[in-house]
C-alpha cells in the first residue's frame, strides 16, 4: 500500500504536514480531538512510520483503528526492484518496535491460558496473526 492511501486513511484524524515526510494528527486510538497525539512519518522507501504520544498505542492497534494491516504501512514488494537490489523496508530498531507489540499480545494470551481461561475465536485467530507478523518481520529483517 503507498504511502497516500495511508495518508488518505488518516483525513478523518485531521492529518497534516509537519516539516518534511511528517505529519501530524489525531492518534485514531486514543487521540480524542488532539490533533498532536500521532507523528506520521514517511521513509525514503516509502514506508509509513506511526508514534503515538499519547498513551503509546501500539503500531498495530493503530492500524485495526484505520482498517489496516501493519504490513500495509509497507510500500508492495514488487516496487522495490530486483530481489538482490531490494532495500530492508524497516529497520532493525522499528522490527523490535513491532516484534515487542506482538510479542506482548502472544503473552497476555499465554498468561490467561496459563490462568486457566479458555481463549475464544477472536483471542485465537489474533494469536495466528501475531505469528504470521513475527515471520513477516523475521523475513522483513533477514532480507
Ligand atoms: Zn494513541
Excluded: W
Aim: net charge neutral; with cysteine.
Amino acid at each position: 500500500m503507498s504511502a497516500e492511501t495511508i495518508i488518505n486513511a488518516l483525513q478523518p484524524y485531521k492529518i497534516r504536514p509537519n516539516g518534511r515526510d511528517r505529519y501530524r494528527a489525531i492518534c485514531p486510538c486514543c487521540g480524542e480531538r488532539n490533533p498532536n497525539t500521532l507523528s506520521v512519518g514517511v521513509t525514503a522507501e516509502g514506508a509509513v512510520l506511526v508514534r503515538c504520544f499519547k498513551l503509546q498505542c501500539s503500531v498495530g492497534s493503530i492500524c485495526a483503528a484505520l482498517g489496516l494491516e501493519v504490513a500495509d504501512l509497507f510500500p508492495p514488494r514488487e516496487s522495490q526492484g530486483a530481489p538482490l537490489q531490494r532495500r530492508r523496508l524497516i529497520s532493525p530498531a522499528q522490527a523490535l518496535d513491532l516484534l515487542h507489540d506482538e510479542s506482548q499480545l502472544v503473552a497476555v494470551v499465554a498468561a490467561n491460558i496459563g490462568h486457566g481461561t479458555s481463549i475464544d475465536d477472536e483471542d485465537r485467530a489474533r494469536v495466528l496473526q501475531a505469528a504470521g507478523r513475527i515471520a513477516y518481520l523475521r523475513a522483513e529483517v533477514l532480507a
